[in-house]
């Protein structure tokens, strides 16, 4: 009875230790879960702020066009005053001076006594001389005028506010792209030197590699590649590679432009990427996680809480000998 109740409590104690470890893989599952929740919550929030700045990018350019047009306007009719106002100058500076009537010389000799003739001989040598003179602006012209280069400037000033306004709004705009994209899709590495600065931040593992154009596939890292064409004037390239027992092709991949693959042994993607190409030779890195799922089940498993640990009590089971021979 006693090596009944013996064995009884060993297999109790055995049983307790991997409910111990199921539930600490529960709790690594709803942590990893956890995160890729507030991961898609930042990257749903990231990509709302830039429709945002894209819609007041939008709304500011179409507040440029519209003062363009009223500037246009304008201009059209400062050039219409000033072309009307020249037009009368221009006319009576070049119209000849008004004839003096003609009379014939016998009839007025007859007529008028000798004083009179030198006196009206005199005022018609005197009568070619008088011009008429330009007609001078208005005051209200003069007004209107100045109201429409005031007006003018004004416009101008304004176009030149929203002008610099939808540059800043632009950069900004930029910025925010450029840092959602290197937040959702992680930074590029353009050169050796940049490679070896991601590879110090500890988060991911680096692997650089150098394909020839060949049938053969080589392993790099985590992936089994292969180069099949390289197009240096294009700037692209095709590659084949074996991902969990599948043959896989991309082709026309660009420079610097990242691949990522997801494998069943890894929790985040893996990223391809050739920074150089050359003629049938390409050269590139391999970027994966640090960790492995089953590698942070097994720490997390590890860690035990107080709480779970065994009371001073509580006899530890032992294994269970061999039977000796």
């Known amino acids: ?10 297999d109790n104690g055995w049983a307790a230790i991997p409910s111990g470890s199921n539930r600490w893989l529960v709790v690594a599952i709803v942590a990893l879960l956890g995160i890729a929740a507030v991961a898609f919550a930042y990257g ?12 007041q990018a939008a709304t500011a350019n179409a507040a440029v066009n519209q003062m363009q047009g009223q500037l246009s306007a304008l201009t059209t009719k400062l050039n219409d005053l000033t072309v009307a106002q020249t037009s009368p100058q221009a006319l009576a500076q070049s119209a000849p001076p008004s ?27 005197a009568a070619p001389v008088k011009r008429t003179p330009a007609k001078r602006r208005t005051p209200a012209v003069d007004k209107k005028y100045a109201q429409l280069q005031a007006q003018l400037a004004e416009q101008q000033k304004q176009l030149k ?7 800043k709004d632009r950069s900004e705009l930029e910025g925010t792209i450029n840092s959602t994209r290197d937040d959702l899709n992680g930074s ?50 095709d590659l084949a590679m074996i991902v969990d027992d599948n043959e896989l092709q991309k082709k026309k ?65 032992q294994e269970p000998q061999q039977p000796q021979q």
């Open 188 to 237: 590029i590495a353009k050169t050796h030197e940049e490679l070896v600065a991601l590879e110090k931040r500890g988060e991911r593992s680096y692997f650089e590699f150098e394909l020839s154009k060949a049938k053969q596939f080589q392993r790099v890292g985590p992936l089994t590649i292969s180069l099949r064409k390289a197009d240096t004037k294009h700037k692209s390239y």
């Open 44 to 55: 749903y929030h990231q990509k709302s702020v830039v429709s945002q700045l894209t819609a």
């Open 253 to 317: 991949v660009n420079l610097y432009e990242p691949i990522w693959i997801h494998t069943e042994n890894e929790s985040q993607p893996v990223q391809i990427v050739v920074n150089r190409i050359d003629k049938d030779l390409v050269h590139g890195y391999i970027s994966a996680p640090k960790y492995k799922p089953s590698e942070l089940a097994a720490g997390a498993a590890s860690v035990t809480p107080v709480s779970t640990k065994s009371p001073a009590n509580t006899p530890i089971p």
């Open 1 to 10: 009875m006693e090596e009944y109740q013996e064995s009884n409590h060993r």
């Open 161 to 167: 506010e929203t002008q610099d306004e939808v540059a």
């Open 99 to 125: 004839a003096a009537p003609s009379t014939d010389p016998s009839e007025e000799t007859s007529a008028k006594t000798p004083e009179a003739v030198s006196t009206s001989a005199s005022s018609a040598k």
